[in-house]
Nanobody, 110 residues
Framework: QVQPVESGGGLVQAGGSLRLSCVGS??????MGWYRQAPGKQRELVAT???????NYAESVKGRFTISREAAKNTVYLQMNSLEPEDTAVYYC??????WGQGTQVTVSS
């Protein structure tokens, strides 16, 4: 595959949890980012992780979301807890700063 592939989206009630997965393309891993885009809004950064394991989060998700990597499976995860309706969006992963996945829909009902 030439682009990362996301999965794990779905419909969840407010306060619930989801875990998103992003399988990399097989290129040498430098960094992976999770982004999201809500209807009518610009795409925004959610979290990133680099090859050294350093992570970075948007203020709006700190303490609720956790990004992690399982190198053996070439997969990056986004564990999302305490979900809020405002988290509703299409979630994308971006590999090494330039290769986008197709996205996975997350819908949080109130």
């Amino acid at each position: 595959q030439v682009q990362p592939v996301e999965s794990g989206g779905g419909l969840v009630q407010a306060g619930g949890s989801l875990r998103l997965s992003c399988v990399g393309s097989g290129r040498i891993f430098v960094r992976m980012g999770w982004y999201r885009q809500a209807p009518g809004k610009q795409r925004e950064l959610v979290a990133t992780i680099n090859s050294g394991g350093s992570t970075n989060y948007a203020e709006s998700v700190k303490g609720r979301f956790t990004i992690s990597r399982e190198a053996a499976k070439n997969t990056v995860y986004l564990q999302m807890n305490s979900l809020e309706p405002e988290d509703t969006a299409v979630y994308y992963c971006k590999e090494n700063g330039y290769s986008w996945g197709q996205g996975t829909q997350v819908t949080v009902s109130s």
